[in-house]
Protein backbone atom coordinates (compact mmCIF):
# COMPACT_ATOMS: atom_id res chain seq x y z
CA UNK A 1 0.00 0.00 0.00
CA UNK A 2 1.52 3.42 -1.07
CA UNK A 3 -1.01 5.89 1.07
CA UNK A 4 0.56 8.26 3.35
CA UNK A 5 0.42 7.36 6.94
CA UNK A 6 -2.31 9.26 8.77
CA UNK A 7 -2.30 9.42 12.63
CA UNK A 8 -5.26 8.89 14.61
CA UNK A 9 -6.18 11.12 18.01
CA UNK A 10 -7.08 9.57 21.11
CA UNK A 11 -10.03 11.71 22.59
CA UNK A 12 -9.01 13.81 25.40
CA UNK A 13 -11.81 12.52 27.97
CA UNK A 14 -10.29 8.62 27.12
CA UNK A 15 -6.36 9.16 27.74
CA UNK A 16 -4.33 5.82 26.49
CA UNK A 17 -1.87 3.96 27.10
CA UNK A 18 1.61 6.12 27.47
CA UNK A 19 3.60 5.85 24.14
CA UNK A 20 1.03 4.18 22.48
CA UNK A 21 0.54 5.94 18.57
CA UNK A 22 -1.91 4.94 15.97
CA UNK A 23 -1.71 5.39 12.50
CA UNK A 24 -3.59 4.35 9.26
CA UNK A 25 -3.54 3.95 5.50
CA UNK A 26 -6.46 3.50 2.93
CA UNK A 27 -6.58 3.51 -0.67
CA UNK A 28 -8.53 2.59 -3.32
CA UNK A 29 -7.62 -0.41 -5.18
CA UNK A 30 -7.93 -0.75 -9.31
CA UNK A 31 -10.25 -3.21 -8.78
CA UNK A 32 -12.63 -1.04 -6.72
CA UNK A 33 -11.84 -2.33 -3.25
CA UNK A 34 -10.61 -0.64 -0.29
CA UNK A 35 -7.43 -1.03 1.40
CA UNK A 36 -7.14 -0.25 4.88
CA UNK A 37 -4.06 -0.85 7.71
CA UNK A 38 -3.89 0.01 10.94
CA UNK A 39 -0.59 0.48 12.72
CA UNK A 40 -0.92 0.49 16.80
CA UNK A 41 2.49 1.07 17.89
CA UNK A 42 4.19 1.14 21.50
CA UNK A 43 3.02 -0.95 24.27
CA UNK A 44 0.44 -3.20 22.52
CA UNK A 45 1.32 -5.62 25.29
CA UNK A 46 -0.77 -3.01 27.59
CA UNK A 47 -3.65 -4.13 25.28
CA UNK A 48 -6.24 -6.31 25.48
CA UNK A 49 -6.00 -7.70 22.17
CA UNK A 50 -8.57 -10.71 21.10
CA UNK A 51 -7.10 -14.26 19.84
CA UNK A 52 -6.88 -14.78 16.11
CA UNK A 53 -9.97 -16.62 15.54
CA UNK A 54 -11.69 -17.62 12.13
CA UNK A 55 -13.27 -14.67 10.09
CA UNK A 56 -16.58 -14.69 10.94
CA UNK A 57 -19.36 -11.64 11.40
CA UNK A 58 -20.17 -10.45 14.52
CA UNK A 59 -22.10 -7.82 16.72
CA UNK A 60 -20.57 -5.98 19.06
CA UNK A 61 -16.92 -5.84 18.43
CA UNK A 62 -16.40 -2.50 19.08
CA UNK A 63 -16.68 -2.86 22.43
CA UNK A 64 -13.03 -3.92 22.69
CA UNK A 65 -9.74 -3.37 20.83
CA UNK A 66 -11.40 -2.75 17.30
CA UNK A 67 -10.21 -1.02 13.72
CA UNK A 68 -12.93 0.72 11.75
CA UNK A 69 -13.81 2.69 8.88
CA UNK A 70 -16.57 4.91 8.14
CA UNK A 71 -17.61 5.59 4.26
CA UNK A 72 -20.13 7.85 2.58
CA UNK A 73 -20.45 8.71 -0.85
CA UNK A 74 -19.31 12.33 -0.91
CA UNK A 75 -22.20 14.79 -0.06
CA UNK A 76 -24.40 12.22 1.26
CA UNK A 77 -25.45 11.84 5.04
CA UNK A 78 -25.79 7.98 4.10
CA UNK A 79 -22.76 6.12 5.28
CA UNK A 80 -21.47 2.05 5.88
CA UNK A 81 -19.53 1.29 9.02
CA UNK A 82 -17.05 -1.51 8.74
CA UNK A 83 -15.53 -2.83 12.46
CA UNK A 84 -12.26 -5.06 11.97
CA UNK A 85 -11.27 -7.04 15.22
CA UNK A 86 -7.71 -8.46 15.24
CA UNK A 87 -9.74 -11.53 16.20
CA UNK A 88 -10.22 -11.89 12.46
CA UNK A 89 -14.01 -10.98 13.27
CA UNK A 90 -15.59 -7.88 11.44
CA UNK A 91 -19.09 -6.56 11.20
CA UNK A 92 -20.81 -4.31 8.08
CA UNK A 93 -23.39 -2.24 8.79
CA UNK A 94 -25.87 0.31 6.94
CA UNK A 95 -26.91 3.87 7.81
CA UNK A 96 -29.33 5.83 5.90
CA UNK A 97 -28.12 9.35 8.66
CA UNK A 98 -26.38 10.05 11.27
CA UNK A 99 -27.07 7.03 13.27
CA UNK A 100 -30.23 5.78 11.82
CA UNK A 101 -29.51 2.16 10.91
CA UNK A 102 -30.74 0.12 7.92
CA UNK A 103 -31.20 -3.17 9.75
CA UNK A 104 -32.61 -4.53 6.30
CA UNK A 105 -29.18 -4.36 4.61
CA UNK A 106 -26.89 -7.29 4.83
CA UNK A 107 -23.28 -7.84 3.37
CA UNK A 108 -23.04 -10.00 0.81
CA UNK A 109 -19.25 -10.35 0.69
CA UNK A 110 -16.76 -10.07 3.62
CA UNK A 111 -13.67 -8.36 3.93
CA UNK A 112 -10.31 -9.93 3.65
CA UNK A 113 -8.63 -9.39 7.17
CA UNK A 114 -4.69 -9.84 8.02
CA UNK A 115 -2.89 -9.96 11.42
CA UNK A 116 0.46 -9.23 12.65
CA UNK A 117 1.53 -8.77 16.00
CA UNK A 118 5.28 -7.99 17.10
CA UNK A 119 7.14 -6.43 19.97
CA UNK A 120 5.58 -2.99 20.54
CA UNK A 121 3.55 -2.98 16.79
CA UNK A 122 0.10 -4.93 15.67
CA UNK A 123 -0.67 -3.91 12.34
CA UNK A 124 -4.32 -4.78 10.67
CA UNK A 125 -4.83 -4.73 6.88
CA UNK A 126 -7.65 -5.44 5.96
CA UNK A 127 -9.36 -5.22 1.91
CA UNK A 128 -13.41 -4.73 2.00
CA UNK A 129 -14.85 -5.73 -1.53
CA UNK A 130 -16.21 -3.39 -3.85
CA UNK A 131 -19.31 -4.59 -3.13
CA UNK A 132 -19.54 -3.43 -0.08
CA UNK A 133 -18.84 -0.35 -0.36
CA UNK A 134 -21.39 2.86 -0.93
CA UNK A 135 -21.91 4.06 -4.83
CA UNK A 136 -19.02 6.28 -5.69
CA UNK A 137 -16.38 7.11 -7.27
CA UNK A 138 -15.57 10.13 -4.68
CA UNK A 139 -15.98 8.81 -0.85
CA UNK A 140 -15.23 10.53 2.78
CA UNK A 141 -13.39 8.35 5.62
CA UNK A 142 -13.60 8.19 9.11
CA UNK A 143 -10.74 5.92 10.07
CA UNK A 144 -10.61 4.83 13.90
CA UNK A 145 -9.73 2.84 16.34
CA UNK A 146 -11.07 1.67 19.92
CA UNK A 147 -8.19 0.50 21.97
CA UNK A 148 -8.84 -1.52 25.31
CA UNK A 149 -6.09 -1.93 28.26
CA UNK A 150 -5.72 -4.64 30.35
CA UNK A 151 -7.98 -3.10 32.76
CA UNK A 152 -10.60 -2.84 30.58
CA UNK A 153 -10.25 0.71 29.79
CA UNK A 154 -11.30 2.10 26.45
CA UNK A 155 -9.70 4.87 24.33
CA UNK A 156 -10.99 6.28 21.19
CA UNK A 157 -9.17 7.33 18.29
CA UNK A 158 -9.93 8.73 15.30
CA UNK A 159 -8.83 11.04 12.39
CA UNK A 160 -11.26 13.61 13.83
CA UNK A 161 -13.07 14.25 17.06
CA UNK A 162 -16.10 16.24 16.69
CA UNK A 163 -17.40 16.92 20.20
CA UNK A 164 -17.16 16.59 24.07
CA UNK A 165 -17.50 12.91 23.64
CA UNK A 166 -16.24 10.26 21.41
CA UNK A 167 -18.46 9.72 18.07
CA UNK A 168 -17.48 7.75 15.30
CA UNK A 169 -20.45 8.42 13.11
CA UNK A 170 -20.69 12.31 13.56
CA UNK A 171 -20.42 13.48 9.66
CA UNK A 172 -17.46 16.24 10.70
CA UNK A 173 -15.42 12.78 11.58
CA UNK A 174 -15.73 11.70 7.82
CA UNK A 175 -12.42 13.88 6.97
CA UNK A 176 -10.12 11.58 4.31
CA UNK A 177 -11.41 12.01 0.69
CA UNK A 178 -10.91 9.24 -1.97
CA UNK A 179 -11.93 8.33 -5.36
CA UNK A 180 -11.81 5.77 -8.12
CA UNK A 181 -8.87 6.34 -10.55
Same mark, same amino acid.
Given at each position: ???? @?????????????????????????????????????????????????????????????????????????????? @??????????????????? @????????????????????????????????????????????????????????????????????????????????
Amino acid at each position: MTAT @NLLLIAHRTTPPPDGLSISAQARIAPDGDLELRFDLAGPVEMLRIPPLGNPVAADGLWQHTCCEAFVREQASSAYREF @NLSPSRQWAAYDFADYRQR @NHAWQATDAPAIEVALEHRRLQLSARIPASLLPPGPRWQFGLSVVAESLAGDLSYWALAHAGDRPDFHHPASFVLELSRS
